[in-house]
Structure formats: structure tokens, C-alpha cells
């Protein structure tokens, strides 16, 4: 049976406030725990314009205090940035708060430009090549077969270390160590099934996971009407063409997307992209999404649903939940 479960990522779209956009973030959560989603994972983003989920371990505390039922994570932490030791002490802190709750989600992207890989690591440069030795000191204190120095307070229960990739180099790794894989599809479009395989081909047992496991995340928005799916598809990819484009230009509204073409430029942007997000009725983003889980071997999916409105994030949400029957699986 496949688990459902919801990235959220800050999104701080036109006048909306950091705060707002937090607080968005935790009605996001509440209604998602409400409705059954097995986990929800918020992001780690710097000096981003749209993203300002910039402190995942403190927003997965405040999501913790509202919500009852749902698993938290990150999706994830730039482990470069910081020493396995201290992330360690953070989730360790973070799942006695919220026993069986906590999942750790690393990555080793920089987050952002190399600029802000600096600033977040300074005096010392981030340590990319040094992931592979960060990710095994990191499940040892959280397994507990590293004690010297000693976590204080020790993990209570089973904290899981995540791998979050996109790359060749990510799925053997989360093989090698035995580590649950999370594919990021709506990073990487062009990644294939033969991703996932490499994991499977690579994956030792561990004290963590006896078998492998594969979490494939993408964007999935699923709308009342066709016709509105259609608008925030269009109003979705002028966004992240610009987002991703590097423009200084303020990202638009649905309304005002309507008569705005794509570029030539923007257009190459978010080809791969398109093809790979689910947009529609229920009925069909469910469609698709099972096709993209049955094609990765998949299971879990992930959904990512940056609406510039919030009541259409919600009611994505919630469609996505409804189509899939989370409710009475919860």
C-alpha cells in the first residue's frame, strides 16, 4: 500500500509577509494531519525571495505543537553547512518532543548560491566532498553506536536517517548505508526509474532498514474544475520559471497570468518540468501520480503544492487526500 505524504516550503508569494507565509505553512500541517497524510517535511532554503523556510528544525518544533498524528521532518537539512554532531543533538531534542514523530531528511545541495554556502558554514568552507563520512557519523548517534561525545538528551525511539537526492551518487549512497531514499522528481524532471533501480541494486540491510524504501516527491495540484487546473498550471510554471531563471521580477497571480506567455527561455526552463507535474481533477492528478509511483517502484509519494493562494494550496490538500481515500486509511 502506498503512504501519501506533503513537502510544504514556506512560499512567500507577492505582498505576503515571512510570517504569514509560516503561518501558512502550519495550516498547511494541521490540515494534513487532519486528513491523514502519513508525513509532512518542510525545506531548507537561504536567501531565497520566494522560500523562506530557512530553519527547518525549529518549524518542524512549532508544526509539532499543532498538529497530532502526522510524522515531521526535513526535506531536508544541508548537512555540509553543519556538523553531524550538532544536527544530531537538534533531532535528538526534536524527537523527545515528539516521540515516533521525527524523521531526519539530509541532503547535500547547498540550499542556495555558493555565497550563502559560505556565510552558513564561515570561518570554514561547507564540506560537500566530506557527505558520505557526515551522513554515517549522523546515524551513528542517532542509532547510538557513536557515543563519544554522548548526545545529551539521547534520540527517544527510532529517528530516521533520510537520504534526499537527485543524482546517481545520492541513490548509491542511501543503498550503501542502508538509508530509506527520498527521489526529489521536481528537482531533477530528467531523472529516470533507472535511479531508484540503482538504489535497489546498491542497498545493504541495516540496523535502520532491513529492506529498501523509496519515496519519490513531486508536484501534484489537484483542482475543483479542469479549468482552474489549468490556470494555476500556467500561473505554477511562470513562477518557477522566474524563480528559476534567477529574474528580480515578483511572481503573479493566477488572475494575472491568464493573458502572459512563456519566453522562449522560460519555456526551455519548465519543459521537463511540466511532464513531470500532475495538474487536473482528482481524478486525474490521481491517475498520474499512481503512474509516476508504479514507474519508480515507489513507496511512498511525497505531493508539493506551492499555490500562489492559499486556499488553493488548501483545497489541493485536501482533494489529493479525498482521491486517495487517506481519510479512512488514517
Known amino acids: 500500500m502506498i503512504r501519501f505524504s506533503l513537502l510544504d516550503q514556506s512560499v512567500r508569494f507577492a505582498d505576503v509577509s515571512a510570517a504569514d507565509a509560516l503561518a501558512g505553512t502550519m495550516e498547511a500541517a494541521r490540515l494534513a ?77 547547498p540550499g542556495g548560491e555558493m555565497r550563502v554556502a559560505a556565510a552558513l558554514s564561515a570561518p570554514h568552507p561547507p564540506s560537500f566532498r566530506e557527505f558520505p563520512q557526515q551522513v554515517a557519523e549522523l546515524v551513528g548517534y542517532m542509532e547510538g553506536s557513536l557515543t563519544d561525545p554522548r548526545l545529551s538528551p539521547e534520540p527517544s525511539g527510532d529517528v530516521p536517517v533520510w537520504i534526499l537526492g537527485t543524482s546517481p551518487d545520492s541513490a548509491m549512497l542511501a543503498g550503501a548505508l ?58 505554477y510554471f511562470l513562477n518557477i520559471a522566474r524563480l528559476l531563471g534567477g529574474s528580480a521580477q515578483p511572481a503573479i497571480s493566477p488572475e494575472a497570468s491568464r493573458d502572459i506567455g512563456f519566453t522562449e527561455r522560460e519555456a526551455m526552463i519548465i519543459g521537463a518540468q511540466a511532464r513531470i507535474a500532475a495538474f487536473g481533477t482528482p481524478d486525474a492528478v490521481r491517475e498520474k501520480v499512481l503512474a509516476l509511483a508504479q514507474a519508480f517502484g515507489a513507496d511512498e509519494v511525497m505531493i508539493s503544492c506551492n499555490a500562489y493562494h492559499q486556499h488553493d494550496r488548501l483545497r489541493a490538500i485536501e482533494l489529493f487526500a479525498n482521491s486517495m481515500t487517506m481519510a479512512e486509511a488514517a
Open 178 to 235: 542502508g538509508l530509506p531514499y527520498a527521489l526529489a522528481l521536481f528537482i531533477n524532471p530528467q531523472a529516470d526509474p533507472g535511479l531508484t533501480d540503482l538504489y535497489r541494486r546498491h542497498f545493504v540491510p541495516s540496523a535502520q532498514l532491513a529492506e529498501p524504501y523509496v519515496m519519490l516527491a513531486t508536484t501534484a495540484f489537484a483542482c475543483d474544475d479542469p479549468e482552474r487546473a489549468e490556470l494555476l498550471r500556467k500561473n
Open 33 to 109: 494531519d487532519r486528513l491523514g497524510y502519513h508525513r509532512l517535511w518542510v525545506s531548507e532554503h537561504h536567501a531565497s525571495r520566494f522560500l523562506c523556510g530557512s530553519a527547518p528544525e525549529i518549524l518542524i518544533a512549532a508544526i509539532g505543537a499543532h498538529t497530532r498524528h502526522i510524522r515531521l521532518g526535513s526535506g531536508g537539512v544541508m548537512l555540509p553547512h553543519y556538523s553531524a554532531y550538532k544536527v544530531a543533538e537538534q533531532f535528538a531534542v526534536l524527537s523527545n518532543l515528539y516521540p515516533g514523530r521525527i524523521d531526519l531528511g539530509v541532503g547535500r545541495a
